[in-house]
């Protein structure tokens, strides 16, 4: 609770008349009163708050209260926006956190909801499929937040063979480089006429004259990229 606030604790009476009148009291003062019914915050601190039964003294229970400053308040708002709502694990998103209104101290934190994605300095870093959501408050009014929601993707794998097209003597070799997003993949090779060139995890050997696609395809998926040898 904060300092001025007004709070109910509620009181169980078991194996007793459950009229029974509880009595209140504190370990500390001055921090918490209870009046006309009603707890009351008069200032920060914590305090036990122990309910006795007037007329069964040994029956007792305590809670610990816990109060905070008030904290201040101010018209002003958040405005939070990001490049997009939605990307790929891997990528990074610029948000932009400004402030709509007047306010002594323009200081804000940030906070992600989960450790699918990062944030540091205006950078929110997306780490793994899911969602995340990323929120911004002034740290002198604690109330006064701004969120927004990221939805984050596996990235489709791609692959890219290097050179694109080659000219290869009979008998020689050139290796064929798959360059693989990411870089982990494992490639499946193939040639479309062998009696012209053969492939071997990416070494291919011309064996006569004419033309051959060298075919690399993801391994488990249907994406792959092809090179011409002649």
């Known amino acids: 609770v904060e300092v001025g606030d007004e709070f109910d604790l509620k009181a169980t009476i078991t194996g007793a008349d459950a009229t029974?009148?509880?009595?209140?009291?504190?370990?500390?003062?001055?921090?918490?009163?209870?009046?006309?019914?009603?707890?009351?915050?008069?200032?920060?601190?914590?305090?036990?708050?122990?309910?006795?039964?007037?007329?069964?003294?040994?029956?007792?229970?305590?809670?610990?209260?816990?109060?905070?400053?008030?904290?201040?308040?101010?018209?002003?708002?958040?405005?939070?926006?990001?490049?997009k709502n939605e990307g790929y694990v891997g990528d990074k998103i610029n948000v932009t956190a400004t402030i709509d209104g007047e306010v002594d101290d323009p200081t804000m934190e940030f906070s992600v909801s989960s450790a699918n994605a990062t944030y540091e300095k205006g950078v929110l870093t997306l780490v793994a499929v899911g969602s995340v959501t990323l929120t911004a408050k002034l740290t002198k009014y604690p109330n006064v937040t701004a969120s927004i929601d990221v939805t984050i993707n596996e990235k489709d794998p791609t692959i890219k063979l290097n050179p694109s097209a080659t000219v290869v003597a009979i008998g020689g070799k050139i290796t064929i480089a798959a360059v693989l997003d990411p870089a982990t993949l494992e490639v499946e090779w193939s040639s479309d006429n062998e009696s012209v060139a053969t492939v071997n995890e990416g070494v291919v050997t011309a064996v006569a004259n004419g033309s051959a696609r060298i075919k690399a395809t993801i391994k488990g998926t249907e994406i792959f990229d092809e090179v011409e040898i002649t």
Do not use: H, M, Q, R
Not at 21 to 45: N, Q, S
Not at 63 to 79: G, L, Q, S, Y
């Open 20 to 83: 029974a009148t509880v009595e209140f009291t504190f370990d500390k003062d001055g921090i918490v009163e209870y009046k006309d019914g009603k707890f009351k915050a008069l200032a920060k601190g914590e305090v036990n708050v122990t309910g006795k039964l007037k007329d069964y003294p040994d029956a007792s229970a305590s809670v610990k209260v816990t109060v905070n400053e008030k904290a201040p308040t101010t018209d002003a708002k958040i405005i939070l926006s990001a490049d």
